[in-house]
């Protein structure tokens, strides 16, 4: 019997042509891959990018609340859009172009010398009251405001207005109109058709701002009609010192201009200027009149 083989244990014959195969490793989810390959940053880019996404939309919020109060605040003056009735009524676009009789050239001559305030606070006051109503056409309710600190008595002011706009050579001539003074209830509710408001030279860019008054003329603006102090107190040249007409006229001119009505030209020499002339500028070769209608 040949040699046996030393003893030990039988081991299978591997076949060198079959590989060996390995346990399969669990496979990890994306995630945790990410994680093993990012660390602490696969936690703080999400949130990163959480919060930028929260910013942004806090941020496009805001940019369109504050744009549609822009706009609000920006929007056309109405005859809904009530002054304050003490402190500085703040300005809105006027639905209309603002007219004004420009600012004279250097070479006018200098007005009648006479006292006035230059600079008031720059804040206006509604003249509280009420008139009656005068005229019988369609009715115009109007405020009357005077600035602060300019030394005028309102109530003689808004009575001159009163006054001017009731007399029947005025634009309720032949029941075409009707006017009433309104005082502070009206105004706040926004319950009238226009305003007259006096202002200082200085002021007036505030109350007509972009029109070219010069701190010499008066305007029109929104729905104010706007008289400059320095002119209700002196007049202008052509008038020769004839300031209680001059205030006819300038009333009577700038709430044409709230009324809807433009300028006009002298229709030849001698002849009454049309009220809507810018006879503030000069008389053209007419002859000075206050009245829509004069006769």
């Not at 250097?106 to 009251?129: I, K, L, R, Y």
């Not at 005077?146 to 029947?168: S, Y």
Request: charged share 15%; aromatic share 8%; with cysteine.
């Amino acid at each position: 019997m040949g040699a046996r083989a030393a003893a030990g244990p039988l081991v299978a014959r591997r076949d060198p042509a079959v590989p060996l195969r390995r346990a399969a490793a669990p496979r990890r989810s994306w995630f945790r891959r990410f994680v093993g390959r990012h660390g602490w940053r696969a936690y703080a880019v999400p949130l990163l990018t959480i919060a930028t996404l929260i910013t942004l939309v806090d941020v496009v919020t805001t940019d369109d609340g504050q744009a549609g109060h822009t706009a609000t605040a920006a929007g056309p003056a109405t005859a809904l859009d009530a002054p304050a009735t003490t402190a500085g009524a703040m300005l809105t676009t006027p639905d209309a172009p603002a007219q004004g009789e420009g600012a004279p050239t250097s070479t006018a001559a200098a007005p009648a010398v006479g006292s006035f305030v230059e600079q008031g606070a720059g804040t206006v006051s509604v003249v509280d009251g009420s008139s009656a109503v005068y005229g019988t056409g369609p009715l115009e309710r109007f405020v009357v405001e005077v600035e602060d600190g300019i030394g005028v008595d309102g109530v003689e002011f808004a009575t001159a207005v009163e006054t001017t706009l009731g007399d029947p050579r005025s634009w309720g001539h032949g029941g075409q109109l009707s006017f009433q003074r309104v005082g502070a209830a009206a105004a706040a509710s926004g319950d009238y058709d226009f305003r007259v408001t006096l202002v200082s030279p200085g002021s007036m860019e505030i109350y007509c701002p972009g029109v070219g008054t010069g701190g010499y003329t008066s305007c029109r603006y929104g729905e104010r009609a706007v008289i400059n102090l320095a002119r209700w107190e002196t007049a202008v040249p052509d008038y020769a010192g004839d300031v209680a007409t001059y205030r006819l006229y300038v009333i009577n001119h700038e709430v044409g201009h709230a009324l809807g009505h433009g300028h006009e030209q002298c229709p030849g020499a001698g002849q009454l200027a049309p009220v809507m002339e810018q006879q503030t500028l000069g008389l053209q070769g007419c002859v000075k009149n206050a009245w829509p209608h004069p006769s």
